[in-house]
């Protein structure tokens, strides 16, 4: 299956739209991997400036060598001005159930 990553974002209060046009302008140094799988990123329902960045990778050797890499440098870069904390979390999905198609 995948190799999933998800991180955990406070943003600074005011630059919300600012830091989410800067997601989409610098998200393709991590599309543009052939390890990744895709990405998403999603605002918290419950907490004000919360942001969950979510991106799935072939497997952790192919992720851990693109979280070293010139390009996600560069994109940790230009989203660091707008945070005012994070974590991260990894893990490896065991699963996956997807609807099937509807009538």
Given at each position: ?103
């Amino acid at each position: 299956m995948a190799f999933r990553v998800m991180l955990r974002l406070q943003i600074k209060p005011g630059v919300e739209d600012e830091f989410e046009r800067t997601w989409l302008r610098v998200g393709n140094a991590i599309t543009g991997n052939p390890a990744n799988l895709g990405q998403w990123l999603a605002r918290s329902a419950e907490e004000d400036g919360v942001y969950y960045i979510v991106s799935d990778w072939v497997d952790e050797p192919r992720f851990r060598e693109f979280e070293r890499s010139e390009p996600h440098v560069h994109h940790r870069a230009a989203l660091h001005p707008y945070r005012s904390g994070g974590s991260m979390v990894t893990m490896s999905v065991v699963h996956a159930m997807v609807p099937t198609a509807r009538a």
